[in-house]
């Protein structure tokens, strides 16, 4: 078993308390894998990775008082922050509880459906969580996942990830970044390799804007390059910040600072029977 990528879970669970501030980033691309998804009146869905509940909120509505959602995430502070606003909305269907996507401990065949969105990129192994959502589905269950097409585009550019990698290089010596997340993956090939059909295959680009590059700055605190940053000695950090607002101040409009994000969605089913497929 592959360990979580050393220090996502401390960093999301500081970032947890201040989640996606002033653009609703993750509040958007959770609620369109949900309308992909399609949760109906009555079903049992896992959201895993939950994060604030991009996904379970609005896939609790969607399941009804008959159905429930159980969201389930690895940084402490983040299920702390779920569970708190699962009780401040007055949501009655819904739950959260730590686990590590990789390793789930839910009973076999126990959900109708399993969502999961922005998480398979952070994870070491990714396949052994695409085989635990097949697991844990009922057979005829369905699987809808989502992932970056990359990082956050401010204004457009991919200036800003070629700077951060390069103060990474900087970071390792010169060497390649490492424990990096995978932008690349292919959530779609990564649903078929563990053995679901029907897969189907989206693609998406949203357009947001932040009111100010401070703004923006305060938004990259809360998503996974938080821990590159805590990484950097502090005066290379202050020297990456000036840098990204030297690059970034002049592209601000008279309506803020306008930025890019893409998802690649995948939905699956799991066979009706047989069709786990055993993991070397
Ligand atoms: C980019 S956030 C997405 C959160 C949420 N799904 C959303 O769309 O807003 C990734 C989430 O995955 C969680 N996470 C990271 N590694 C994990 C693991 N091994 N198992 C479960 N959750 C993990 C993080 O704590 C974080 O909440």
């Not at 980033?25 to 079903?43: I, K, Q, Y």
């Not at 057979?139 to 585009?153: E, I, M, N, T, Y």
Request: proline share 9%; charged share 20%.
């Amino acid at each position: 078993m592959t360990p979580p990528r050393a220090g996502y879970e401390a960093s999301y669970s500081r970032s947890a308390a201040n989640w996606d501030p002033h653009i609703a980033h993750f509040t958007t691309f959770g609620e369109r894998l949900v309308e992909l998804a399609d949760p109906r009146p009555g079903e049992r869905v896992l959201d895993v990775g939950a994060g604030r509940g991009a996904c379970l909120f609005p896939a609790a509505e969607r399941v009804g008082p008959q159905g429930r959602v159980h969201g389930v995430d690895l940084a402490e502070g983040m299920v702390e922050c779920l569970a708190a606003d699962i009780a401040e909305r007055g949501v009655r269907n819904a739950t959260a509880g730590r686990m590590d996507a990789q390793t789930l401990t839910v009973p076999d065949a126990s959900y109708d459906l399993v969502t999961s969105a922005f998480t398979l990129f952070i994870l070491p192994d990714p396949a052994a969580a695409a085989a635990g959502f097949l697991r844990a589905l009922r057979p005829g269950g369905r699987c809808a996942v989502s992932v970056p097409d990359g990082p956050l585009r401010p204004a457009g550019l991919h200036d800003i990830e070629a700077l951060c990698h390069s103060y990474a290089r900087r970071l390792n010596g010169g060497a390649a970044p490492v424990g990096m997340p995978d932008f690349e993956l292919d959530p779609a090939a990564l649903l078929a390799e563990a053995g679901f059909t029907g897969v189907e295959a989206t693609e998406e680009v949203r357009e947001f804007v932040f009111p100010s590059v401070d703004a923006w700055w305060e938004w990259t605190w809360t998503v996974n390059v938080r821990a590159f940053y805590e990484r950097l000695p502090p005066p290379l950090l202050e020297e990456l910040r000036r840098e990204a607002f030297a690059l970034l101040t002049p592209l601000v409009t008279d309506k803020g600072l306008p930025a890019v994000a893409g998802a690649r969605y995948a939905t699956a089913v799991r066979p009706a029977a047989p069709g786990l497929r055993r993991r070397m």
